[in-house]
């Protein structure tokens, strides 16, 4: 059964600082991995798709990496603003016969970046 | 219009009564989904509209939840005889085609109290 861990929970940072998420999964058969953002009371945004052939993907600040072989992905956001402050997501897409709705998401990280 | 629209945003009901919810999906977005997310906990996937296809309805909890998707388009979930434990954020998705490379956009979601 794929499960999807992220750690930590919560991060507080200064502003400025970068920063590293991070995502681990179990099965390391899957389509492909989504980064999101929710804001508090929010749904989700999505900030980051890569694909299982890909390594990598980026936009503006954020830095979205991938390993399958080692289930682990990596959300690097760099000269981090109080703005970033959300609950960061990741959810992968399995390839062992779940329809292609089923996303198994993390329970997230909450991350504070004070002014 | 230009986002994934959800009503009611906030419902409190009675245990007991029936619940429906309801999600206009973009315009011209072929696939639809359904999730939950409890306090603390991730995002539990319930059901998923793709075209003309069944859904998956393999993640809905029991016999008591059901949806559909009417035209293609708008879509109601609906919870009979709702419960506590039914309490819980239900957020509408939807994309171009199927999840494998398409980015999903989220609803904000409809907040269920079950009292």
């Known amino acids: 059964k794929q499960e999807v861990t992220q750690i930590p929970a919560a991060l507080s940072v200064p502003e400025g600082e970068n920063l590293v998420l991070n995502c681990s999964f179990t099965?390391?058969?899957?389509?492909?991995l989504q980064w999101f953002r929710q804001d508090p009371g929010k749904g989700l945004t999505s900030l980051l798709l890569?694909?299982?052939?890909?390594r990598e993907q980026t936009s503006g600040r954020l830095n979205a990496s991938l390993d399958k072989s080692s289930g682990r992905s990596t959300l690097y956001i760099a000269a981090s603003q109080p703005g970033d402050s959300a609950t960061y997501l990741c959810?992968?897409?399995?390839?062992?016969?779940?329809?292609?709705?089923?996303?198994?998401f993390g329970k997230g990280t909450k991350l504070s970046v004070k002014p | 219009g230009a986002g994934v629209s959800q009503s009611p945003s906030n419902k409190v009901t009675e245990k007991g009564k029936d619940v429906e919810l309801r999600c206009d999906p973009i315009?011209?977005?072929?696939?639809l989904y359904w999730y939950r997310q409890s306090l603390g906990q991730g995002l539990e996937f319930l059901i998923y509209?793709?075209?003309?296809?069944?859904?998956?309805k393999s993640g809905l909890p029991s016999d008591r939840f059901s949806a559909e998707r009417t035209g293609g388009s708008v879509s109601t979930l609906t919870i009979q005889r709702t419960q506590q434990e039914d309490s819980a954020v239900y957020l509408c998705?939807?994309?171009?085609?199927?999840?494998?490379?398409?980015?999903?956009?989220f609803g904000e979601g409809s907040w269920l109290t079950v009292v």
């Open positions: 998705a939807s994309s171009r085609q199927g999840a494998y490379g398409n980015t999903i956009y």
């Open positions: 099965d390391s058969a899957i389509y492909n």
């Open positions: 890569i694909q299982s052939s890909q």
């Open positions: 959810a992968v897409k399995r390839t062992d016969g779940g329809s292609q709705g089923n996303l198994i």
């Open positions: 315009s011209g977005h072929t696939a």
């Open positions: 509209f793709q075209g003309n296809s069944a859904p998956d």
